[in-house]
């Protein structure tokens, strides 16, 4: 498989599945509605994604860097959200 076809899936991926979090995001700021949104979730979640991320870096897969770097802005946004929730309401 030609190299430049590898990288081409790889991205569409990268885009398809951190695009995936843009509604959540969108709707979290919109709303500053978190009630439904797991925090146990969020967490395990971010981690994941930066050792997601930090793995990329090692084996120099840039797809796998670019799409965790913005999946885990997009995820944290959620997780902050979240967090600054919990501590405003009891």
Known sequence: MPVWLE??????AACLTTGAFVPQVWYCWKTR????????????FCTGVLLWLVYGVMVEQWPVVAANA?????????LWLKIRDRQVKP
């Open 7 to 12: 990288a081409a899936v790889g991205y569409l």
């Open 70 to 78: 913005v999946t885990l802005a997009l995820a944290s946004s959620i």
């Open 33 to 44: 509605d978190t009630r439904s949104i797991s925090l146990g979730m969020y967490c395990l």
